[in-house]
């Protein structure tokens, strides 16, 4: 008979939450994430501005391997000892540097191995090799 629990007399009495609980769980979660966009949006901070103030590090170095032989430092052509220099300099104004080698695809592998290695030797530890997606 339909309202009733199968092997006992009578109808059902109590209320299953499980399923409102879930239902409650994830409405919260759903208002708990957009919160955090709506307040996000909606603080507007106009920044004091200085004199003194210090421009941020850059995050990322880039060396051009280019196939007749030139080395390009952030699209400045410069020579190994002075990239020695640069890359010694953007080290110590940002521990947290990354170094970006592109290479021309005709140009020796050792020459990349080796603006690693120049990288390496002055404390550069994070390493991206610029290519093209092939389509």
Known sequence: MAG?????????????????????????????????YIVAQSLKVELPKTASSDEAAPQTAAVTLTKDGKTLYNEEEIAEPALIEK????????ADLSLVVSA?????????????????????????IHVERSK
């Open 87 to 94: 890359l010694r300099a953007a080290h110590g104004a940002n």
């Open 4 to 36: 009733t629990a199968a092997g006992r007399r009578g109808p059902i009495v109590g209320i299953n939450v499980t399923p409102m609980v879930d239902v409650v769980l994830v409405l919260l979660v759903i208002m708990m994430v957009s919160a955090t």
């Open 104 to 128: 021309d695809q005709e140009v020796h592998h050792g020459a990349v191995v080796h603006v690693i290695d120049i990288a390496k030797v002055e404390g550069i530890s994070k390493f991206a």
